[in-house]
């Protein structure tokens, strides 16, 4: 079973600190997307990579870098986490035409 | 600039049909997926399109019409467990297979 997981469901940061979120595929993906989800606003791209050490700027990078060391490997680094970056976080990985999605990281930050 | 526009809420009855549009506008265009996302869930693959016409898969159907810059999104038989959000999505870069969301279409199926 295709299997894209996240390091947590639910994670409560204060303002100022440094915050990473995980994302792991196990289905050998050259692409892997992080995207933050908000009421109303659908499903925003911060970043993707299309290779290992690969990377670019979605429509929403402010705030936000990412990192891609190994093929299976995501993450998604808040360098100062601030109240608007309170939201939902997605990542996903495609095969073909089709994007698989993580479980989604819920991130409060105080 | 790149944008999506689809109906913000939709409201059915169980057994109905629905149909949930999608009009872009994109500076580049390799095809139109549809997402299904419950409440508290990730998003699922319904569908794909990269040609006009209809596409079928059980009671969801998808279709694409290229020349007018519009898909959709129809649902049969619709069933309770139908109610979610469906976002649609291009497919705006083939190397890297980078999509735009739509902003979602929140359905309500009512018994």
């Known amino acids: 079973d295709v299997k894209v997981t996240q390091s947590s469901r639910y994670l409560v940061k204060r303002t100022g600190e440094k915050v990473f979120l995980e994302c792991v595929q196990d289905?050998?993906?050259?692409?892997m997307f992080w995207y933050r989800q908000d009421p109303g606003l659908g499903l925003r791209l911060i970043y993707f990579s299309y290779d290992v050490k690969m990377k670019e700027k979605g429509d929403i990078p402010e705030g936000y870098s990412v990192s891609r060391e190994k093929k299976e490997r995501f993450s998604l680094i808040l360098e100062s986490a601030s109240t608007n970056q309170t939201s939902m976080y997605l990542c996903?990985?495609?095969?073909?035409?089709?994007?698989?999605f993580g479980p989604g990281t819920r991130l409060t930050v105080l | 600039g790149q944008s999506l526009e689809q109906p913000s809420e939709v409201t059915a009855v169980e057994g109905a049909i629905v149909q949930i549009n999608c009009t872009y506008q994109t500076s580049g265009f390799y095809g139109l997926s549809w997402y299904q996302q419950h409440d508290g869930g990730a998003p699922t693959f319904l569908s794909y399109?990269?040609?006009?016409g209809l596409e079928e898969t059980g009671r969801f159907s998808s279709f694409l019409s290229r020349s007018d810059s519009y898909g959709y999104l129809l649902l049969q038989e619709l069933q309770m467990k139908d109610s979610a959000s469906y976002f649609c999505?291009?497919?705006?870069?083939?190397?890297?297979?980078?999509?735009?969301f739509g902003t979602g279409t929140l359905l309500a199926v009512q018994p």
């Open positions: 999505a291009v497919h705006a870069r083939g190397a890297t297979n980078k999509l735009i």
């Open positions: 289905m050998d993906h050259e692409n």
């Open positions: 399109n990269a040609l006009d």
């Open positions: 996903a990985s495609i095969g073909g035409n089709e994007q698989f």
